[in-house]
């Protein structure tokens, strides 16, 4: 079983809970959609296909116990639950990052797994990223408490938007709220803003990496 990669490196988390600790990322190529504002357009094809062994070695160099598995949409590769099973075995933290369009049935049956560090990280798109409805709605019966929803916010009406949803989904009940504003189109400081006027109980994310080494620079 192989998996096309388009990168794997190490870097600062920034989009989760765990905001700021080292992690190893894997970018698995290919994406089912193309939202406005995507920054990692370079995953959406090309790559190397490498064994799962290849990628568990890849990995181990780095000495980290978090790995993230993002893309792209890594669950559109069917190695991928082989991968992530792999991974658990090794002892290492993982997260899932997915776009919200694809069903994570089938990452549900990691379940006792799942308890002893596997978080899946699900964006529920906004508006102007011009794929709100391709959300499998679905799948928010399918999250666990330890897991994490991400809005990535463009604008006043992403942000309403977004209220909306948390209190029509009852999401602050079902997991953790991520709320992240789109780097170049909104600042840090008017979201926050926002979600301290309205009291929103959710946790404000950084793309760190761009904070810290720019926003063009790949593999960080
Ligand atoms: S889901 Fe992620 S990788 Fe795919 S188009 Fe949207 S931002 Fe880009």
Not at 191 to 203: A, G, K, T
Request: with cysteine; net charge negative; glycine share 8%.
């Amino acid at each position: 079983m192989q998996l096309q990669v388009t990168e794997i490196f190490k870097s600062i988390q920034g989009e989760s809970s765990l905001s700021g600790t080292p992690c190893v990322f894997i970018r698995l190529t290919g994406c089912n959609l193309r939202c406005r504002y995507c920054d990692t357009v370079y995953a959406y094809e090309g790559g190397d296909w490498l064994s799962i062994d290849d990628i568990l070695s890849k990995v181990d160099d780095y000495k980290c116990n978090l790995v993230e598995i993002t893309g792209g949409e890594p669950l559109l590769q069917n190695g991928v639950y082989l991968l992530i099973s792999a991974l658990l075995k090794t002892g290492k933290s993982i997260l899932i990052e997915t776009n919200g369009s694809i069903d994570i049935e089938r990452v549900q049956g990691f379940k006792g797994l799942r308890i002893q560090g596997l978080k899946i990280i699900m964006d529920i798109k906004c508006p102007d990223s011009g794929m709100s409805e391709r959300m499998n709605w679905g799948n928010l019966d399918k999250l666990y408490n330890n897991d994490e929803v991400k809005f990535v916010i463009n604008s006043r009406g992403d942000y309403d938007w977004s209220k909306e949803i948390i209190k029509k989904y009852s999401l602050a009940d079902r997991c953790h709220i991520l709320m992240s504003p789109v780097y170049d189109n909104l600042t840090a400081e008017e979201l926050s803003e926002w979600i301290l006027n309205d009291n929103l109980n959710v946790r404000l994310n950084l793309q760190i990496h761009k904070y810290i080494w720019g926003e063009s620079v790949k593999g960080v």
